[in-house]
């Protein structure tokens, strides 16, 4: 092509590209689709000068979709229907976007305070998919290909203020006298008592009088074994719920096999005493969610009885190392020091 190959012509290497893409797949030759690229201002397609009926767009581009087998109608409806139902309310506004990344820029807007966030991800992909689909397919002018680069528009994620916020003791107690199903409610028991993961609660058994965990995790630095649950020593309240005979006669809730915590959560979201609670710890700069629970074991097994990280991790069920990594943050200047007085006194110093 008679185009420099410089960054400052990125735009118009691609968008001559991809008018001779279009003219090739509405049937033209290759030589000539070339050719009518470069010789004309005019797109190489016949697309109507007139407005562009945005909606019948969406309605081939479904069509497309589940036509090729790319998703089921049951993906569309839950995945793809909503985003494109707000990307016609954007462009069916009086001041509506007039180009690609006008578009994107609109779409997102309501992500604006949730950089990197999956739903505005989402939304970017699927909205620079239906545009990337039209210019293809000669449906719409190559002036609405969508950027190559779409990270500035799905924006880079902030990390959380925290990550590990462990639910404290009196909380843990509230919501269990919250809860009302007792299938729920005991299930939230086990996930407190024990420092369970959500998708655990489904891979529990008795042997010989002890409750043990089968679940196994495959990670960077191996598999999970399966392990014997233990309360912790400082734990009296979860030892007055006598879990191990609870288990041989409560029921816990159905739950997905692979969605654990996303049945718990859902459970747990409609509560309005969690609810309450989520808002108190967001107020305090924290953030409260069921993984909260096993970051409560973990911070009681270090603080209260003071178990080693190599004996708190084996009990939690994975490496010294992903402990090390997930609760190190609570041993400040005030632990250490604490720490350092509680052995000197046991040496007698």
């Known amino acids: 092509m008679p185009i420099e190959w410089a960054h400052d012509q990125a735009d118009a290497i691609r968008e001559t590209v991809l008018a001779i893409h279009a003219a090739y797949r509405e049937g033209l ?16 397609t016949d697309l109507d000068a007139g407005p562009i009926d945005w909606p019948a767009l969406v309605d081939r581009f479904k ?3 589940l036509s090729s087998g790319a998703i089921k109608p049951r993906t569309w409806e839950a995945v793809y229907r909503r985003r494109m139902a707000e990307l016609l309310e954007i462009l069916g506004r009086k001041t509506a976007p007039s180009n690609p990344r006008e578009l994107l820029e609109a779409v997102t807007a ?5 950089p990197g966030s999956r739903g505005r991800q989402m939304q970017v992909q699927q909205t620079a998919a239906l545009l990337r689909w039209g210019v293809d397919n000669g449906a719409l002018p190559v002036e609405w290909a969508p950027p190559l680069d779409l990270d500035p528009f799905v924006g880079r994620k902030r990390e959380g203020r925290s990550i590990t916020t462990p639910i404290e003791v009196k909380h843990i ?25 959500p998708e655990e609660l489904q891979h529990l058994q008795l042997r010989a009088g002890r409750l043990w965990c089968n679940y196994r995790k495959n990670t960077s630095r191996g598999e999970t074994k399966p392990r014997q649950l233990r309360l912790l020593p400082c734990d009296d309240w979860a030892e007055a719920w006598a879990l191990l005979e609870q288990f041989k006669a409560q029921p816990l809730p159905p739950m997905r096999p692979g969605y654990g915590a996303e049945d718990m959560g859902l459970y ?9 609670l ?4 967001e107020a305090e700069g924290e953030k409260l969610v069921l993984y909260s629970a096993r970051h409560g074991y973990a911070h009681r097994a270090h603080l209260i009885c003071e178990l080693p990280p ?3 991790a084996a009990a939690m069920g994975h490496s010294v ?6 609760y190190s943050k609570w041993c400040g200047d005030e632990v250490v020091d604490d720490a350092f007085e509680r052995a000197a006194t046991r040496l007698g110093r």
């Open 29 to 44: 030759s290759l030589d000539r689709a070339i050719t009518a690229a470069l010789v004309s201002d005019e797109p190489a």
């Open 63 to 65: 069509s497309r979709k």
């Open 110 to 114: 309501r992500w604006s305070d949730q």
């Open 173 to 197: 107690l509230e919501l269990v006298e919250a809860i009302p199903d007792s299938r729920w409610r005991f299930a939230f028991q086990l996930l407190a008592a024990f420092g369970l993961r």
């Open 268 to 276: 747990m979201r409609r509560r309005r005493h969690w609810q309450n």
């Open 278 to 281: 989520r808002q108190q710890y």
């Open 310 to 312: 190599k004996v708190a």
């Open 321 to 326: 190392e992903t402990h090390l990594a997930a």
